[in-house]
């Protein structure tokens, strides 16, 4: 028979993608608006690319992003606490929109009930300093275990984004990311935006993680969530994350794990792992290359010289496809999506042929950040989900990131 753990987990696993569809922007709509009809009084939610929106300001620029201070000399229980006073409260309305959206599909707070009751037993199956780490924010904001450890088990399934890496005309490179994230997570008819995308710009952090007084690495994250999806190692490379669809998915590999076996890391986990302790780009590519993974994912990374940055195409247990920078052939560019590059986009999600066409508009003689900024703010690239764009320059050791908003007409996604 099933262990409760791992029957709670089962559960969890079935119930989430259906409660979380409850709530969704008319696709009818969107569609209108795709083909310039009606409803809309003809407005596109595509535009032309963008142009002179850098410095940040206006209705597309929420606002910036505060800095944190984590102090990997303190035993992992307590280096979170001084984020967590901060934050916690809005962790705890974040994760009772989630609650809400889920017993709205199951009533009775049966889902809820498992998550706080049975999922702390999972908590000595966490690798490295995780489980320690999850263990102390629950205690400073004294949210339940459980509903921590669901947390930062969402951010392995709901990342919709855009990352971008380019060489200039000199071989100096830039990395750059739309975060997009809260798909299906509570649609607001009355202002037009997902509730949990709009919770998670309060959420968002810049961290500078530090040993002995030094920078290990600089990352943006969500208070609360222990992994990395978005970061750099001064001086050496950068690294983001995309979710890849695929049927041998993220929930597979969850119930595998909760079934005992644990050969597998989760995608947040080795992205941090990476960053905090590979010493080169070479370095990163082969652990994101062969180390087996809980998620399918993409990882974007780049590094300090000419022709260093790749998107890696992952299946779980297995790398499909390294795409890399080849400058001198003309290839002065990689983008990623959430679509493997062989394959068309859904029609309704296509942002690789926009961001490819301002970048090429753009030309490799002119890009910069100003650019990349230009080419994240041309819609659909920025959309209802994302949250904030982040760009890196590796070798200057220049991290810039910015709270971001997408007016109507916006599509959802």
Not at 58 to 87: C, Q, S
Not at 211 to 231: D, I, W
Request: charged share 20%; net charge positive.
């Amino acid at each position: 028979m099933l262990g409760q753990s791992r029957l709670a987990f089962f559960l969890l696993a079935a119930a989430i993608p259906c409660a979380l569809a409850q709530d969704a922007p008319p696709v009818g709509e969107l569609e209108c608006r795709r083909r310039g009809g009606a409803g809309a009084g003809g407005a596109q939610w595509t535009e032309d690319c963008r142009k002179s929106m850098y410095p940040p300001s206006g209705p597309t620029y929420r606002g910036p992003v505060p800095w944190y201070t984590i102090n990997l000399d303190l035993p992992p229980y307590k280096r979170w606490h001084e984020l967590m006073m901060d934050k916690g409260p809005v962790v705890k309305m974040s994760i009772k929109s989630v609650k809400t959206l889920i017993n709205t599909f199951v009533p009775g707070g049966i889902i809820t009930q498992i998550v706080d009751q049975k999922l702390p037993g999972l908590i000595g199956n966490f690798p490295g300093p995780y489980e320690e780490e999850l263990k102390g924010i629950a205690d400073v904001t004294e949210i339940p275990l459980g509903e921590i450890i669901l947390f930062n088990v969402f951010y392995e399934f709901f990342t919709f984004c855009t990352s971008v890496i380019t060489e200039d005309k000199k071989g100096h490179l830039l990395h750059a990311r739309n975060m997009d994230f809260g798909i299906f997570l509570g649609w607001n008819i009355n202002n037009h935006t997902w509730v949990v995308t709009e919770e998670l710009k309060l959420l968002t952090v810049n961290l500078n993680f530090q040993k002995n007084n030094k920078t290990v690495l600089k990352a943006t994250t969500f208070a609360g969530y222990v992994g990395m999806l978005t970061g750099f190692k001064p001086g050496l490379f950068s690294l983001t994350l995309n979710e890849r669809f695929s049927m041998n998915g993220g929930f597979l590999g969850i119930l595998e794990w909760i079934w005992g076996k644990k050969d597998a890391m989760w995608i947040g986990f080795i992205t941090r792992s990476i960053l905090e302790n590979a010493t080169s780009y070479e370095e990163a590519k082969n652990l994101l290359t062969k180390t087996k993974i809980m998620a399918p994912a993409y990882f974007i990374l780049g590094g300090n010289q000419s022709g260093e940055g790749c998107v890696i195409t992952r299946e779980r247990k297995n790398t499909l496809d390294i795409y890399e920078l080849d400058a001198k052939h003309g290839r002065w560019y990689v983008v990623q999506t959430n679509y493997d590059r062989w394959k068309s986009p859904f029609f309704l999600d296509d942002r690789r042929t926009p961001a490819k066409m301002c970048l090429n508009r753009t030309t490799q003689e002119n890009i910069s950040f100003a650019a990349m900024y230009d080419v994240l703010s041309t819609k659909p690239v920025l959309n209802k989900l994302t949250v904030f764009t982040a760009m890196i320059d590796v070798t200057k050791n220049r991290y810039e990131v910015y709270l971001r908003d997408c007016p109507d007409p916006c599509i959802g996604w």
